[in-house]
């Protein structure tokens, strides 16, 4: 009897202290801004695979490119190179793709749906096709040295590209209500 009340004090303790560390408004911030940087990394990166998979490139990434994120106003401008430009915006729809997917896939389906419901069953299908097709690009230019090492690289990276958004505004969010 001693040992279970000696357990479910030390239980309850864990509890009140985990608790404290989790409604910190500091530690919210700084998980939150750090999963926003991390996001922003494994977004960059997941442009880059998917570019290389559009260029049928075998290369594995080395760096986090931030060049990556001028892209879109060389497309704009006309200054993109010709040779990259396709590889480019395939790189950059499927990222877009990715964030509707975790942020407001209910609304984009419920609203390309109005147009047409078969358009909104396809562009849920077609998105899950491209972003398994992406998986692929993020297994296929990940380095390591073995498959689960590549394996183990593509579902960090592709799970803070999709997550990493919305989980670093939430902790934001929450350490400002717990002030």
Same mark, same amino acid.
């Given at each position: 009897?001693?040992?279970r009340?000696?357990l479910?004090?030390?239980?309850? +303790?864990?509890?009140?202290?985990?608790?404290?560390?989790?409604?910190?408004?500091?530690?919210?911030?700084?998980?939150?801004?750090?999963?926003?940087?991390?996001?922003?990394?494994?977004?960059v990166? +997941?442009?880059?695979?998917?570019?290389?998979?559009?260029?049928?490139?075998?290369?594995?990434v080395?760096?986090?490119?931030?060049?990556?994120?001028?892209?879109?106003?060389?497309?704009?401008?006309? +200054?993109?190179?010709?040779?990259f430009?396709?590889?480019?915006?395939?790189g950059?729809?499927?990222?877009?793709?990715?964030?509707?997917?975790?942020?407001?896939?209910?609304?984009?389906?419920?609203k390309?749906?109005?147009?047409?419901?078969?358009?909104?069953?396809?562009?849920?299908? =077609?998105?899950?096709?491209?972003?398994a097709?992406?998986?692929?690009?993020?297994?296929?230019?990940?380095?390591?040295?073995?498959?689960?090492? +590549?394996?183990?690289?593509?579902l960090a990276?592709?799970?803070?590209?999709? =997550?990493?958004?919305?989980?670093s505004?939430?902790?934001?969010?929450?350490?400002?209500?717990?002030?």
């Amino acid at each position: 009897m001693a040992g279970r009340n000696v357990l479910a004090n030390a239980q309850s +303790q864990f509890n009140r202290v985990h608790h404290k560390l989790g409604s910190s408004p500091l530690i919210n911030w700084i998980l939150g801004v750090s999963s926003l940087f991390f996001w922003g990394c494994a977004s960059v990166i +997941q442009i880059q695979t998917s570019e290389y998979l559009a260029m049928g490139a075998q290369t594995r990434v080395a760096n986090v490119s931030w060049g990556v994120l001028l892209q879109p106003w060389l497309m704009i401008t006309g +200054q993109a190179p010709i040779g990259f430009a396709t590889a480019w915006l395939y790189g950059w729809v499927v990222e877009l793709i990715t964030l509707i997917f975790a942020l407001a896939l209910s609304v984009a389906v419920a609203k390309i749906s109005v147009a047409n419901p078969k358009l909104g069953r396809g562009f849920l299908y =077609c998105g899950l096709l491209l972003l398994a097709l992406n998986s692929y690009a993020d297994y296929s230019s990940s380095p390591g040295t073995s498959p689960l090492v +590549q394996f183990l690289i593509a579902l960090a990276v592709g799970m803070m590209a999709v =997550c990493g958004l919305p989980l670093s505004i939430g902790l934001i969010e929450h350490g400002f209500q717990e002030l």
